[in-house]
């Protein structure tokens, strides 16, 4: 399974940027998928994952209210809507697919990442 995140960039503070991450196969619309960070000399985190229908989501605290994940099956692609953006926000993001059809937001649990796309967002 191959994935190509892209959308990334500088953005200023309170602005918006959307992340989309493309798969090389329909399988993975049996699995659920997820977006991680990570910052410099920081681990990955979990940003946000959504359930191979879409039909549930779960987001890490500090983006509930100003990111949206969603798929579209049909295109095998995965997204993450960036609003409100915060200097915080400034790092690689990574789309997964996780070994199950659920949400998850363990990172032990995602057997396939994309190669990230930096996110930079400005004071």
């Known amino acids: 399974v191959q994935l190509q995140a892209s959308g990334g960039g500088l953005v200023q503070a309170g602005g918006s940027v959307r992340l989309s991450c493309a798969t090389s196969?329909?399988?993975?619309?049996?699995?659920?998928l997820g977006w991680f960070r990570q910052a410099p000399g920081k681990e990955r985190e979990f940003v946000a994952a959504i359930s191979w229908k879409g039909g549930e989501t779960n987001y890490a605290d500090f983006v509930k209210g100003r990111f949206t994940i969603s798929r579209d099956n049909a295109k095998n692609t995965l997204y993450l809507q960036m609003d409100s953006l915060k200097p915080e926000d400034t790092a690689v993001y990574y789309c997964g697919v996780a070994l199950g059809s659920t949400v998850t937001s363990r990172l032990e649990r995602y057997r396939y990442w994309g190669q990230g796309t930096q996110v930079t967002v400005s004071s």
């Open positions: 196969t329909r399988t993975i619309s049996n699995n659920g």
